[in-house]
């Protein structure tokens, strides 16, 4: 048995707890309510974003890593950069969730902090 969250789920409480702690949260691309991988932009008052998404590991699990940050001095093309990974990676996965989370410590949202 399967003991994973519906990601709909999952995304929804996400959202939930980071508006409760006074942070923004949106889906910036919906992706397949119930098996769809998630993949989340944190972000600290605007800025520095890093791309959280679950990574399988040695013992079976899957943890969220960091698969792609941006550096906060705001340089044109890496922020296009940054942007295209996101495009990219949408198209090559049509049921991801690519979720934004707004918050001071966002880590702490994903047990990382």
């Not at 995304?11 to 919906?30: D, T, W, Y």
């Not at 590991?57 to 550096?71: E, F, H, N, P, Y």
Request: net charge negative; charged share 30%.
């Amino acid at each position: 048995m399967d003991a994973r969250l519906p990601a709909h789920l999952e995304v929804s409480g996400l959202l939930r707890a980071v508006e409760m702690e006074g942070g923004f949260g949106a889906v910036l691309s919906k992706g397949e309510r119930d098996a769809g991988t998630i993949m989340l932009v944190l972000i600290e008052n605007g800025g520095n974003p890093r791309l959280y998404e679950r990574m399988p590991q040695l013992d079976g699990t899957r943890a969220w890593t960091c698969t792609k940050s941006q550096d906060s001095s705001g340089d044109p093309e890496e922020r296009l950069a940054f942007s295209e990974y996101l495009e990219r990676r949408g198209r090559q996965d049509p049921d991801l969730w690519i979720v934004e989370l707004d918050v001071a410590k966002p880590e702490r949202f994903i047990g990382l902090g």
